[in-house]
């Protein structure tokens, strides 16, 4: 068989997987076998085509994964953990709290630090932030 054509088999295969499966992971083995053909174009034998093709085809899946995965990255948005939520709500006091106390958030207790003047109980406060496990509040 014509390496030119077995070559060319290879990549054809592996792109209509490629595309079948979605997964673009094959697609690399198609770019392994362009450079396969090239190879044999510029008169190298059998052996040094299979050895370019298994680098170009490792170095292509590495590219192919670094860009996906940065791709797949951004996309996803980030889900927020549960007291990150609580961030801009504003809680009545329970208590008097000067700089730590308690307040009750969805049924929670938290401790938390006061940013700014001293809140009376029965006040509202605003949850401007976290630090540690603590839920940073001002009035």
Known sequence: MDPILLWVII????LVIDIITSSFFIAG???????????????????????????????AIMVEYMWFRKKIKKSIPKTPRMEEEYIGREITAEEDIDKQGRI????????????????????KVKIVGIRGNKLLIKK
């Not at 990549?11 to 592996?14: E, F, H, K």
């Not at 009750?104 to 006040?123: L, R």
């Open 104 to 123: 009750k958030v969805d049924g929670i207790y938290w401790t938390v630090q006061n940013e700014g003047s001293k809140v009376e109980k029965g006040e």
């Open 11 to 14: 990549s054809i295969a592996a």
């Open 29 to 59: 083995f198609t770019i392994g076998g362009i450079f396969a053909i090239i190879t044999q174009t510029l008169g190298g034998d059998m052996p040094d085509q299979i050895f370019v093709f298994g680098v170009a085809s490792v170095l």
